[in-house]
């Protein structure tokens, strides 16, 4: 076959559907040589209507397929025309589908030419795309892209794009070359032929050593050029030399046409470079508005390079993080003209596993899993080229295929032990951390890094952290341990399946012997998981028809609400489990040395992984069995996709400790800010809970105002006729009544933020149809859309309203009109029943406070700031928050509500009042 002999085909069809939709073009290039040399291009009269959207989509009118010839009066010319060439087509599949089920239907046989995919070439060749739409790939490649969606020209599209692709396939090294070579040859695909048609004698038909392609991007890293040692031009730096960026007529208000010089910032950097300089440690809380990022990351920078050190940031979120490092950091080194080195480190589940990706490549091949194959190859090919095998990188396609399999973590990392440590990404990662002054990371990361000793963030003595707010949740998560019903399971199977070793290895006969044995009690493992996971999902049986979860989607018992009886099952199962789990690990230890010295480097690391997880397991269990001291124990219940997923955890109460001992106590400097900390301008609260109130480090405070005139600004409205809340559905009847006549005086453009899953669900519901007739669009979290898409949505529709509960009330930033409203239905007190919740009550009860007041009110407060504040997002934002829970009046501690937030405050007395206050308020 020549590969440059081809004809390509495209087809214009009623639907997408094969079998059941029918063409209505079809449009065939022929090239000889890589030269066009015939065409065939034909309207076809489908026996059905073509949609209004397939006649916009395509511009073929029914008009148009009236007039042209039926399927099976042309069926035999394009048969001819097609002979038997090789058949080209982006996302081919579809259109010899098409093609094929029209001629089966006609009684002619299906066309059985060979195909290639240009879909799948591109995959493979440029796996880093974010699209593979051929409109989108022409542009990129420069191909004339004259009427999109008619047959012909999609078919001469698709033929340019080929011929780009074989130019590209000319420039690959010979390395890369017989890689695909040799693994294309195994899974008989049509790339073949293309290579040899390129690379003629060049290639082998050995097995490529795929390890040496990585070898390149690591000698890079290995031999990249050191910054000569000039005298530090940064070491006198000061101050005075910060502020002057920050003038009126400063460089940064020269470059970036929406700054202005605020109070705020200028003290916030004065507070930052103070921390580092001084090494102290402070707490900001920065309003919105102040420029916080840029407050912090100038005198960090400054401070890295005038001290030749070091300074860490670490978020909550990733955006942030991606903020700082892909706009903040080039914005300043191009404004400053300043060259410095900094990294972002990601949590390690970003990153691809170089160990995982060997054992997956090679159960793939052995499998022969020839789709999988195509897929993983793509994945080498981004590999070979990528700094950080970042999942990021690539097309979701490839990402949501792999990245479980293949993603890094540190319960599998082998570490030093394993085979692929020279060319891990982890380890290059933190070979590049090493020199950079700046690394941005986020907390989980920060705080698993040191709870956990992984070391992936070079040592450091100066810490930023923002989002501040979120480090008692985010830490309590990395001291989380637990199993579940999956990963015992997959550990007890790869037991008894016996997929840690291969074959020729079990030959040897005690050996045999022993593996007899160990799948005897990995069955054992299988069997008591599942006793145990029954009487758990029996226990939740039991307490669902009691009703006591407060949410729908998670649902958490706490071991010591069980009865005696259940604490008892519960205990023997996993102190049964714990034994197996201890004879395993003995059984496997036993046979190390042996496999050591008999088996690869690549066998003997999957079977020391595997040890590893039965160890971790051990471990984990030990929290799970007795109660720990200062830990809380729980079952978890929790709903995805209609599956159930079972989990017991144990977490500690308390993480103050914690914090300060192996973060605060070792750090010379930190820097902690958000722009919620405080509870009526106190940081008690925050700083109780994160260690500092007891501990003998000094900290100081400061909260720097929002520079928008929020008083101005925010309407905040608390209606004294709101519906009394009950958890019935009189309640949520009047609630959906009383949110309606809100939205319809404000035309949409609200969030509505709720406390509970289910409330948020049943209003909807009864919200939905109502608001369709004044067509106000009604979005809602965790149903048909992702949370991002979800935003968009809600951004782009500006008269929608969307209802949303947990991670909305802080992770929502929709500046501009679309957010003129907040509606918070309830204030957000912590689930009384969450065991973590119950715990900490106790704890602080236990030391003579009030739990209520000193916990759970504060916590409350910090969260309902977070709400409060996604009205405002920039200087021309304005708008109303209305507080639908009246116990901000009536109770005592809504002052401590009513105080923390800067608003003009108004309280209705009743609905037809708000409304009007909405109207005129101006
Ligand atoms: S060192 Fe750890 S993360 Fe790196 S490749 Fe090996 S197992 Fe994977």
Redesign the pocket.
């Known amino acids: 076959m020549n590969y440059l002999d081809f004809v390509t085909i495209d087809v214009e069809t009623t639907g997408l559907n094969i079998n059941e939709n029918e063409l209505i073009e079809v449009g065939i290039v022929k090239y000889k040589q890589g030269k066009l040399v015939d065409e065939f291009s034909k309207v076809i009269k489908p026996a059905t209507r073509i949609s209004d959207y397939v006649v916009n989509m395509t511009g073929i009118t029914n008009q148009m397929a009236f007039d042209a010839q039926p399927f099976d009066e042309i069926a035999d010319e394009i048969v001819s025309f097609i002979g038997d060439s090789l058949i080209l087509g982006h996302n081919v599949p579809f259109d010899m589908g098409m093609l094929n089920s029209a001629l089966i239907k006609t009684g002619k046989p299906a066309l059985i030419n060979e195909t290639i995919d240009t879909l799948e070439l591109i995959a493979l060749l440029m796996p880093t795309l974010r699209s593979y739409k051929l409109s989108h790939l022409a542009k990129m490649f420069d191909i004339s892209e004259e009427n999109i969606h008619r047959a012909k020209d999609d078919a001469l599209m698709t033929s340019n794009l080929y011929l780009k692709l074989v130019d590209m396939m000319r420039e690959l090294s010979p390395e890369v070359a017989n890689f695909l070579y040799y693994y294309v040859s195994l899974i008989s695909w049509k790339l073949v032929d293309v290579l040899e048609g390129i690379f003629g004698d060049k290639l082998t038909k050995e097995e490529y050593p795929w390890i040496l392609l990585f070898s390149k991007k690591v000698d890079e890293i290995h031999h990249q050029k050191e910054i000569p040692q000039t005298e530090n031009k940064y070491k006198n730096i000061d101050l005075g030399d910060i502020f002057s960026l920050f003038k009126k007529d400063g460089i940064i208000s020269q470059k970036l046409k929406t700054f202005e010089v605020r109070t705020a910032q200028i003290e916030m950097i004065e507070e930052a470079w103070q921390t580092l300089e001084d090494s102290k440690h402070t707490v900001i809380e920065a309003g919105t508005g102040i420029g916080k990022t840029f407050a912090y990351t100038i005198p960090a920078m400054y401070y890295a390079l005038k001290h030749d050190d070091k300074v860490v940031i670490s978020t909550k979120t990733k955006n942030l993080q991606e903020q700082i490092i892909d706009k903040d950091i080039p914005f300043i080194k191009k404004t400053l003209g300043i060259e410095f080195k900094s990294e972002m480190i990601k949590g390690?589940n970003n990153y691809v596993?170089?160990?995982?990706l060997a054992y997956l490549f090679t159960r793939i091949i052995d499998d022969k899993q020839y789709e999988d194959m195509k897929a993983i190859l793509a994945i080498m090919m981004w590999l070979f080229e990528s700094d950080y095998g970042d999942f990021t990188e690539i097309h979701n396609s490839l990402v949501t295929k792999f990245n479980n399999l293949l993603s890094?973590d540190s319960y599998?990392?082998?570490?030093g032990k394993?085979p692929?440590?020279t060319i891990?990404?982890?380890?290059r990662i933190k070979k590049r951390a090493k020199d950079a002054q700046l690394i941005v990371v986020n907390h989980a990361l920060l705080f698993s890094d040191i709870f956990y000793s992984a070391n992936i963030i070079p040592e450091y003595k100066h810490l930023v952290i923002d989002e501040a707010h979120t480090i008692e949740d985010i830490a309590t998560g990395c001291f989380s341990r637990g199993i579940n019903r999956k990963r015992l399971h997959e550990v007890a199977v790869k037991i008894v399946e016996q997929k840690i070793l291969a074959s020729h290895v079990l030959e040897e006969s005690t050996l045999k012997v022993k593996f007899a044995e160990l799948q005897i009690k990995g069955r054992e493992l299988l069997n008591t998981n599942i006793d145990l996971f029954k009487h758990v999902e029996t226990i939740f049986k039991h307490k669902e028809k009691e009703n006591v979860f407060y949410k729908k989607s998670k649902k958490k018992l706490s071991v010591d609400q069980l009865s005696d009886e259940d604490q008892h099952i519960l205990e023997k199962l996993l102190s049964e489990i714990s034994e197996v789990v201890s004879e395993l690990e003995h059984m496997l230890t036993e046979q190390s040395d042996y496999l050591k010295k008999n088996t690869d480097k690549i066998q003997f690391a999957f079977y020391k992984k595997l040890l590893l997880e039965i160890v971790y397991i051990k471990n984990d269990l030990e929290y799970l069995k007795i109660h720990k001291k200062n830990y809380v124990r729980w079952l978890e219940k929790a709903e995805y996709r209609n599956a159930k997923i079972f989990d017991l955890k144990a977490v500690p109460i308390e993480v103050g400790s914690s914090l300060q001992k192996y973060i605060f106590e070792d750090k010379d400097s930190v820097l902690l800010t958000s722009a919620t900390l405080s509870v009526k301008s106190n940081f008690n609260y925050f700083l109780s809970r994160i260690g500092y109130l007891e501990s003998n480090i000094k900290v100081q405070t400061h909260i720097l105002s929002s520079p928008f005139d929020l008083e101005k600004n925010i309407l905040m409205c608390v209606p004294q006729d709101s519906p009394q809340y009950a958890d019935d559905k009189k309640y949520l009847e009047s609630l959906a009544k009383y949110l309606e006549r809100i939205i319809i005086t404000t035309e949409g453009k609200a969030l509505i933020l709720f406390t509970s899953h289910k409330h948020m669900n049943e209003v909807y519901y009864l919200l939905k149809d109502a608001l369709s007739n004044y067509k106000i669009p009604l979005l809602i979290q965790g149903k048909n859309m992702s949370d991002r898409n979800l935003i968009t949505a809600f951004k782009q529709n500006i008269d929608s309203v969307l209802m949303g509960t947990d991670s909305f009330w802080e992770g929502i930033d929709v500046p501009g009109e679309a957010l003129s409203h907040v509606i918070i239905v309830k204030l957000p007190f912590e689930v009384p029943t969450d065991p973590i919740v119950m715990a900490r009550m106790e704890s602080v009860a236990s030391s003579g406070k009030s739990s209520f007041f000193e916990y759970v009110v504060p916590n409350a407060v910090v969260k309902f700031r977070q709400g409060f504040g996604r009205l405002i997002r920039n200087k021309e934002d304005r708008g109303s928050v209305i507080v639908l829970d009246k116990r901000v009046l009536s109770q005592g501690y809504g002052k401590r509500f009513l105080d923390s937030v800067i608003a003009n405050k108004k309280f209705p007395k009743t609905i037809k009042e708000l409304a009007e206050l909405l109207v005129t308020w101006d």
């Open positions: 390690r596993c170089m160990n995982k890094s599998s990392c082998l570490q394993c692929f440590k891990c990404f982890i380890n």
